[in-house]
């Protein structure tokens, strides 16, 4: 059974930058995909971006490329989401998501291939 359990946000300025960690426990971390997902209050929850267990691979939602870098180090077994140039529309909890395996040809963008899930963390960009 693996943990995860994300830190990191906050209130930020729009412009302004936060780094998101995860730490996942109870499994071997280079063999899981990780990714990262967000919801706004009253809106479906959405990708934002997910890195294969090699860390050779990832992928990013449109609206975050070119602002957010998603990132591992396997030997902390720790995921990052480094959030520059942070928008309002960025606000929302932001969770941390695992799931065994993956594929460098299709990188898992659906919420719902994600067993493992953290509690969230709060990020709010004000304007």
């Known amino acids: 059974q693996v943990q995860v359990v994300e830190s990191g946000g906050g209130l930020v300025q729009a412009g302004g930058s936060l780094r998101l960690s995860c730490a996942a426990s109870?499994?071997?971390?280079?063999?899981?995909?990780m990714g990262w997902f967000r919801q706004a209050p009253g809106k479906e929850r959405e990708f934002v971006s997910a890195?294969?267990?090699?860390?050779?691979?990832?992928a990013s939602a449109d609206s975050v490329k070119g602002r957010f870098t998603i990132s591992r180090d396997n030997a902390k077994n720790t995921v990052y989401l480094q959030m520059n140039s942070l928008k309002p529309e960025d606000t929302g909890k932001y969770y941390c998501t695992a799931a065994y395996g993956g594929s460098s040809q299709t990188i898992w963008r659906n919420g719902g291939l994600y067993p493992y899930w953290g509690q969230g963390t709060q990020v709010t960009v004000s304007s």
């Open positions: 109870g499994g071997t971390f280079s063999r899981y995909t």
């Open positions: 890195i294969l267990g090699s860390g050779e691979t990832t």
